[in-house]
């Protein structure tokens, strides 16, 4: 498995942010991110998780493969796209250190509207929230799931779930096992 360059995923946040004349501040009001996460992020060494990365490429009205990958979109339409097991893309260097980690299963799609990502918990996400809907897929394990202010009940291989992403949600592990789990997010650009 490969990682993208997350330092280079930061730089490319402001990169565009500037070429496209917008404002720390006009950035903030889009995402509904503070001003300071915005700056932060863009002077880390550390890249966002997808689900910001989705926000801010929606709010730049660009493909979030491009914040990934820095590759422009070509002119030939990708109507298929095979990513082996090993090619796989990191986003971010999470791991257990961190409690979770997502890796890209298609990111060398450019205008797509789904984003697929393989998430592995080994103790708890973030909190999540990122416009559109998001379906969820669990491969192995067992967690809990919250979305807003309900808790679901455990969610084990097999289960799936379909939400709103607009809401907060996160999930935590239950037991030593990791819990794994296929996510496809339906992104929503700006108009």
């Avoid at 491009?66 to 796989?88: A, P, Q, S, W, Y």
Wanted: hydrophobic residues 35%.
């Amino acid at each position: 498995m490969n990682d993208f360059d997350e330092k280079e995923i930061c730089a490319r946040i402001k990169k565009v942010r500037v070429s496209q004349n917008i404002t720390i501040e006009k950035l903030a009001s889009l995402t509904k991110f503070t001003k300071g996460y915005i700056s932060q992020m863009e002077n880390s060494e550390k890249a966002p998780p997808i689900s910001t990365l989705v926000r801010i490429a929606a709010a730049l009205n660009i493909d979030p493969i491009f914040l990934l990958t820095g590759e422009e979109k070509k002119d030939e339409d990708v109507k298929f796209e095979l990513i082996k097991k090993n090619e796989r893309k990191e986003i971010g260097s999470r791991g257990e250190s961190l409690g979770y980690l997502y890796e890209s299963l298609a990111y060398r799609s450019f205008g797509k509207q789904m984003e697929p990502t393989l998430i592995t918990v080994y103790d708890k996400t973030g909190e999540l929230q990122h416009e559109g809907e998001e379906f969820a897929y669990v491969l192995e394990g067992k967690a809990k799931f919250y979305h807003g202010n309900k808790t679901y009940v455990v969610l084990e291989e097999g289960d799936s779930m379909y939400f709103d992403s607009g809401v907060t949600h996160w999930c935590e592990r239950i037991g030593s096992k990791p819990f794994k789990v296929v996510s496809v997010m339906l992104l929503k650009k700006r108009t």
